[in-house]
């Protein structure tokens, strides 16, 4: 198979994934008191994708996802809540890998984060911004307790994300594309 149609391949069967994770995930509600709350399991597929592919894939393949969801079973406002959790969580995420992965100065140590750490902040970014959205749309003070909420789900998702995401990059090949 050419390069090319591997790799656009590869991205296909993750946007797959990703958006049959979004639809199962939809089905069964955690029962927790609080709406719109989620483990984000779609969000494992583009950690993944970010760490293998790079930024652009990643993107690509969460445009993609969120373009499905909406059109599927989204609306519009749904569309634009998960949009801006995920551009914003997903830009996050990308610049923390790139300033772990070049040291700012080479005669200083600085803390790394890891893939667990970094998946971590992108959690609370990704409420954050459907946060935003919804402050935009109710006003920032109608939901202002609901921040630390918000704060403490997307930390303890994006940690339970980051370990699969550990788990599956370590079982994962380097490349699927690259396989005979």
């Known amino acids: 198979m050419h390069q090319r149609t591997a790799q656009i391949t590869?991205?296909?069967?993750?946007?797959?994934?990703?958006?049959?994770?979004?639809?199962?995930?939809?089905l069964f509600p955690l029962p927790i008191p609080f709406p719109g709350i989620k483990l984000g399991f779609a969000n494992l597929v583009i950690l993944i994708v970010l760490y293998r592919d790079g930024f652009a894939s990643a993107l690509a393949v969460?445009?993609?996802?969120?373009?499905?969801?909406?059109?599927?079973?989204?609306?519009?406002?749904?569309?634009?809540?998960?949009?801006?959790?995920?551009?914003?969580?997903?830009?996050?995420?990308?610049?923390?890998?790139?300033?772990?992965?070049?040291?700012?100065?080479?005669?200083?140590?600085?803390?790394?984060?890891?893939?667990?750490?970094?998946?971590?902040?992108?959690?609370?970014?990704h409420n954050l911004g459907q946060?935003?959205?919804?402050?935009?749309?109710v006003g920032f003070s109608a939901l202002l307790r609901y921040l630390p909420f918000l704060y403490f789900a997307g930390l303890i998702a994006g940690i339970l994300i980051g370990i699969l995401a550990l788990l599956c990059l370590q079982r994962l090949p380097k490349q699927i594309s690259n396989r005979n």
């Open 10 to 26: 590869e991205l296909a069967i993750f946007t797959a994934v990703a958006f049959i994770f979004s639809y199962v995930e939809s």
């Open 62 to 125: 969460s445009m993609v996802r969120n373009i499905l969801n909406a059109l599927t079973f989204g609306s519009l406002f749904g569309f634009f809540y998960s949009l801006a959790g995920s551009l914003l969580s997903l830009c996050v995420m990308h610049l923390l890998k790139r300033a772990t992965e070049r040291p700012y100065n080479q005669s200083k140590k600085h803390p790394q984060l890891s893939l667990i750490g970094i998946s971590a902040v992108g959690g609370i970014f």
């Open 131 to 137: 946060f935003f959205v919804a402050a935009c749309l």
